[in-house]
């Protein structure tokens, strides 16, 4: 039975799990994990999740969800709480031990990223699911932290609104506690704020922001409309026309910063002597090897850090362009260059590389200095997969691209 065949009925949780489980190991260890009884009365998190698929195949039809929409939200209700396996925890709450599973929608993105395409997905269903996944808790947070119209905003630009309220609808009324109505009730709530805000199926909720960048120059465009966007998200300013006037001295002349993001393997060197020849390179391992003669010697670590730092302030001081090549896989790590290019006024760009693992291993078979498979096999299992916020500008580069 093929994938396409498993979305275009109503599949229990069960086949999808005998189906995609060869190749997402976790979906096995649904069974098992057990959630607080205090928010899942229903069991464990595998018969949580069918609970969720029953109650999302009538959505679908009410909604009259279709296509590649449609196969993307049956992935994510399957998928969305693929993490708990390795991040449920028994804590003290009060002096009661808790059932948590801290983070486990970020970790679930973060799993799924380099596995998606080894299901033979399209692209576009790919970038879907992730974004469902990884932004399911938001809608009910949305709404309890009384959140303003600019956080639903960014919330538009990373993910469909209509498919994350039919997926959080379907989660709440898949389960059994004793604050289902309430949780509900803020659920419908965040569709109606988002809907009154305008960003609920607004395909480009920054349409305002491309027509006072529309005039600008190919080279400032991209950079203004970037930052723009960050400054209206964080409430730095509150309409787009402010950033036109906060960037005209320097719109015309800043760096511009790329930091690279991916594993070993993934194609990072080959990226850069086609897309950045004549950039100032950063290049973490080479300055291993001029401190210690071996570039994958870790031993000085902070230095290496510290000095990688100096050399990205000297290019950003002088307004070269600069690659930061690491795999920057953990988000605090490749935080690092892209706040000094914020403060240096310089248009950052984060590259991603989003491939497979096999792909990776066969890349790595062809390099000069081979990395140890069970070290690109760690590089993935502990990856943060970047959001589009991350950085002004954020590229995701894949194998056919």
């Not at 949580?48 to 009538?58: E, F, G, K, R």
């Not at 994350?164 to 389960?175: Q, V």
Request: glycine fraction near 6%; aromatic fraction near 8%.
């Amino acid at each position: 039975m093929s994938i396409d065949t498993l979305l275009d009925g109503k599949t229990s949780l069960d086949a999808f799990v005998a189906k995609l489980g060869p190749k997402l190991e976790l979906l096995h260890e649904l069974k098992g994990t057990p959630q607080d009884p205090q928010w899942h009365a229903e069991g464990d998190v595998h018969v949580h999740t069918n609970m969720v698929l029953d109650a999302l195949y009538p959505l679908l039809e009410q909604h009259n969800v279709q296509g590649d929409r449609r196969k993307a939200l049956i992935l994510a209700a399957v998928f969305h709480d693929i993490a708990k396996p390795i991040t449920t925890r028994h804590v003290e709450m009060d002096g009661v031990t808790r059932i948590t599973s801290p983070r486990h929608a970020d970790k679930g993105r973060s799993y799924l990223a380099y596995r998606l395409r080894s299901l033979a997905l399209s692209w576009n269903v790919v970038d879907m699911v992730l974004a469902l996944v990884g932004h399911h808790h938001d809608p009910k947070q949305l709404v309890v932290r009384n959140s303003p119209s600019r956080v639903y905003r960014r919330l538009a630009r990373l993910c469909d609104l209509e498919l994350l309220y039919l997926l959080e609808m379907a989660d709440i009324t898949g389960r059994i506690c004793e604050d289902k109505d309430q949780q509900l009730e803020h659920v419908e709530m965040f569709r109606e704020f988002a809907t009154e805000y305008q960003w609920y199926g607004n395909q480009n909720p920054y349409a305002d922001v491309d027509e006072i960048t529309v005039e600008l120059n190919e080279n400032a465009r991209p950079f203004v409309r970037g930052e723009a966007i960050r400054g209206l998200e964080s409430g730095l300013i509150t309409m787009p026309a402010e950033e036109l006037a906060r960037s005209y001295g320097y719109r015309d002349s800043f760096s511009h910063l790329v930091v690279l993001c991916g594993p070993s393997g993934s194609g990072k060197t080959t990226w850069i002597d086609s897309n950045a020849a004549d950039y100032d390179v950063v290049n973490l391992d080479s300055i291993r090897g001029e401190l210690t003669g071996d570039p994958a010697d870790q031993s000085k670590n902070g230095t290496v850090r510290q000095l990688s730092k100096e050399r990205l302030k000297e290019s950003l001081r002088a307004h070269r362009n600069v690659v930061w090549d690491a795999s920057n896989l953990r988000r605090d790590f490749r935080s690092l260059p892209i706040q000094l290019g914020y403060d240096y006024k310089a248009f950052v760009t984060l590259v991603v590389f989003q491939t497979t693992l096999s792909e990776v291993l066969s890349r790595n078979k062809s390099r000069a200095r081979q990395v140890p498979e069970e070290a690109i096999r760690r590089q993935i299992e502990t990856a943060e997969f970047p959001y589009l916020d991350e950085a002004c500008e954020v590229i995701i580069t894949r194998p056919e691209d």
